[in-house]
C-alpha cells in the first residue's frame, strides 16, 4: 500500500515563499509520476505541477510557471514544491498525487493519478 503524506502549507503573506513536502512510503517511489494538484473553497481540483518518475522532465500549470517548482528525491522518496512569491489566488488545499502507470508526468487530470495525500492547506494574505 502506498501513503503519501504532505507536509510544509501554512500561512504566508503575499509575495512570501513556502516549501511543501510530500513523503512518500514503499520501495516503488522512482517509478512513479509524482503531482501536486490543488483545490480551493467551492472550486474543482487542479493541476498545479508534475515531475517524471526520474525527474527529467517538469510540468506546470501556467498559474504558477515561474513562481513555483517541482523536484524530488529518490533516495528519500519525497517530492517537493517550492512556492514563490505567493498570491493571495494560491490559497487552497495542495494534494500530492502519485502515478505508476503514467510516468512520464505529463498527465495533468486527476482521474490518471493512482494515490493521494489528504492534503495541506495554503493560505496567502494580501
Known amino acids: 500500500q502506498v501513503q503519501l503524506v504532505e507536509t510544509g502549507g501554512g500561512l504566508m503573506q503575499a509575495g512570501g515563499s513556502l516549501r511543501l513536502s510530500c513523503a512518500v512510503s514503499?520501495?516503488?517511489?522512482?517509478?512513479?509520476?509524482m503531482a501536486w494538484f490543488r483545490q480551493a473553497p467551492g472550486k474543482e481540483r487542479e493541476f498545479v505541477a508534475s515531475?517524471?518518475?526520474?525527474?527529467?522532465?517538469?510540468y506546470y500549470s501556467d498559474s504558477v510557471k515561474g513562481r513555483f517548482t517541482i523536484s524530488r528525491d529518490n533516495a528519500k522518496n519525497t517530492v517537493y514544491l517550492q512556492m514563490n512569491n505567493l498570491k493571495p489566488e494560491d490559497t487552497a488545499v495542495y494534494y500530492c498525487?502519485?502515478?505508476?502507470?503514467?510516468?512520464?508526468?505529463?498527465?495533468?487530470?486527476?482521474?490518471?493519478?493512482?494515490?493521494w495525500g489528504q492534503g495541506t492547506q495554503v493560505t496567502v494574505s494580501s
Open positions: 515531475i517524471s518518475w526520474n525527474g527529467g522532465s517538469t
Open positions: 514503499g520501495r516503488t517511489f522512482g517509478t512513479y509520476a
Open positions: 498525487a502519485a502515478s505508476g502507470t503514467y510516468v512520464g508526468g505529463y498527465e495533468r487530470t486527476a482521474g490518471l493519478y493512482d494515490y
